[in-house]
């Protein structure tokens, strides 16, 4: 018998969507958990750095249509454009209750919100550059994290830090009833019985062996996902960050060319002019990343073995990077060893984004297909922020949305628990045996010997992702990486881990994590291979165009048997007009 621990609702994951939809929950007095497996302020969320996307208007014309645009626009057209409007028209509305929460925003002269230029943002559909991204800074999403922290202690929200989600709870109809998560202080396993659960943690580009991501961010909600037989979406599609520095992946903010700083080869030319004309080093992320991909291919990249491009920031002059840009000079300072103010910073692409992941509606409940019929939503199961997928991103995210699709579906998500809560307030009976398939993995790890080693086979992993599944791919060598990949989820079952002890015992967390990281490695190329086209950060060399006729839809992925579903991209808005698909130049 384990110990349990019942509220009406919890939320894994103590990044910005969770306590923004914990935030919702506390206040309409549910009785609400945030359970992490770090600090709350430590969650990922505190590393975003360039700023959150609302047409506010603050420094010129400005509107949410155009915003919604330049959204769909980004997608590729794979967005679906009701939740790219929703998210849109809500942007301001989300940007003014931070402000309103005491979030520390930089300031105009006027002592209005600061905003800065950031990629794949227009005026007038697709016309002159806007200026569209709040920012405290370059420590946005620091701000919002603590500002969000702040406001659930003052609503007693309760947190539960250091402990591991582990599996969901379900009974035969279907219904989620709560979670079995691990203790990590004590090494205990809890069962929280809860009449909703909302999935907030976050991406999981640790599946690359470099990436911006930090080291937390395993894909734990989703691989509780694919554990329960429901699927995931459009997991083919990784953003890749064009400016990363090299090995370390460290993130070097868009707000850098947002602030006027610009990308150069070793001829100390400035290149983006020739793949987006009228954009250039403000062009989409994955147009900017596959330019400096190629400028490397050609021979034009910098550095000993050619394996980077520079990032210009010096003719900005020392006032400038200090005030808008202080957090980007320390990093580069450390990790690069270069003083952005007198010298241009080495990047690289680097993983830094999932687009896909759990499939939700706009209320952030998680939905699963019916083949012939309308999707239908899991019972008190709700997804939100990076580990979700509305789908407002589609096959590319711009910068600044990725705060912004955090705050307003955590917000709707939590607005929907407490009605699905108030519709349903008494709980379920937990089956008897709800437990076991978590106690069972537990029990895996005891074993006393193995020959492969947990961090050996995540090392293999990452090597296999970053070689078959980067910025350019092909049908060879994703069914190699398949293939190889295969190998190392075979030899998992040999593995142990030499510390069997109970408190703190990091290294069986960090096997339980790699247990969620290979089936999402997985999806990934399985998705990759199966769609024959190049859209957004899915670029594939055997199939270079983009395929509206046969491409234009949404993979789901189930881990049984590798199983693939589609289903079609919501072309239709909430109230205003379809942006049809075009060729996507910038």
Not at 75 to 95: H, K, P, T, W
Not at 148 to 171: K, M, P, S
Not at 233 to 254: A, N, S, Y
Not at 278 to 289: E, M, W
Request: aromatic share 8%.
């Amino acid at each position: 018998m384990i110990e349990k621990r019942t509220f009406d609702a919890v939320i894994v994951g103590g990044g910005g969507a969770g306590l923004r939809a914990a935030l919702q929950l506390a206040r309409a007095e549910m009785k609400v958990a945030v359970i992490s497996k770090v600090f709350p302020t430590r969650s990922h969320t505190v590393s975003a750095q360039g700023g959150i996307t609302a047409a506010l208007g603050n420094v010129d014309e400005d509107n949410w249509h155009w915003h919604m645009y330049d959204t769909v626009k980004g997608s590729d057209y794979l967005g679906d454009q009701d939740a790219i409007e929703f998210m849109c028209r809500n942007a301001a509305s989300v940007v003014y209750e931070l402000e309103h929460m005491g979030l520390p925003f930089s300031r105009l002269p006027n002592g209005k919100i600061y905003q800065r230029p950031f990629g794949g943002q227009s005026k007038h559909y697709g016309g002159a550059q806007a200026t569209r991204t709040c920012a405290a800074a370059d420590r946005t999403g620091h701000a919002l994290l603590h500002t969000l922290y702040q406001r659930n202690i003052a609503a007693r929200t309760q947190f539960f830090d250091e402990y591991f989600a582990l599996d969901l709870v379900r009974d035969d109809e279907g219904y989620v009833l709560g979670l079995i998560a691990l203790d990590i202080a004590s090494g205990a396993p809890i069962l929280f019985e809860a009449r909703a659960v909302l999935l907030a943690t976050g991406g999981a580009a640790r599946i690359y062996r470099h990436s911006t991501n930090a080291h937390i961010n395993t894909g734990d909600g989703l691989g509780m996902v694919l554990r329960a037989g429901l699927p995931l979406e459009d997991m083919e599609f990784w953003q890749i960050h064009p400016t990363g520095i090299p090995e370390v992946g460290v993130l070097m903010t868009e707000a850098c060319r947002g602030e006027g700083g610009y990308l150069v080869n070793r001829e100390g030319e400035r290149f983006m002019p020739r793949y987006a004309p009228h954009a250039q080093d403000l062009a989409s992320r994955d147009v900017v990343a596959r330019a400096i991909a190629q400028e490397i291919r050609a021979g034009r990249g910098c550095g000993e073995h050619g394996d980077h491009v520079l990032l210009k920031l010096d003719h900005l002059g020392e006032a400038r990077v200090r005030e808008r840009l202080p957090g980007i000079r320390e990093l580069a300072i450390r990790f690069a060893g270069v003083d952005p103010a007198c010298a241009p910073i080495p990047v690289t692409p680097t993983v830094h984004y999932m687009m896909g992941g759990i499939p939700t509606n706009l209320h952030g409940q998680v939905v699963t297909p019916v083949r012939y019929g309308p999707e239908e939503p899991v019972p008190g199961l709700y997804a939100a922020g990076e580990c979700a997928c509305v789908s407002v991103h589609g096959a590319n995210r711009l910068g600044g949305n990725s705060l912004l699709d955090l705050l307003v579906f955590g917000r709707a998500a939590g607005d929907h628990m407490v009605e699905y809560l108030k519709e349903n307030p008494y709980p379920r009976p937990v089956p008897k045996a709800a437990a076991e398939p978590a106690l069972t993995r537990l029990a895996r790890w005891e074993r006393p010997k193995g020959g492969e080693t947990v961090a050996g086979l995540r090392g293999e992993m990452q090597r296999i992702m970053q070689a078959h599944a980067g910025v350019y791919r092909d049908a060879a060598h994703l069914k190699e990486g398949l293939a190889k990949l295969d190998v190392v989820q075979q030899r998992l079952n040999d593995a142990a881990i030499s510390d069997r002890s109970k408190a703190y015992n990091t290294a069986r967390i960090e096997a339980l994590e790699l247990e969620n990281l290979l089936p999402i490695a997985r999806a990934t190329l399985v998705s990759a291979a199966a769609r024959q086209e190049s859209r957004g950060a899915h670029a594939r060399e055997d199939f270079p165009r983009r395929d509206d006729d046969h491409w234009l839809r949404h993979t789901l992925y189930f881990t049984e048997n590798d199983q693939l579903d589609y289903k079609p991209v919501r072309l239709k808005p909430m109230t205003v007009e379809t942006f049809q698909p075009k060729e996507r130049t910038y």
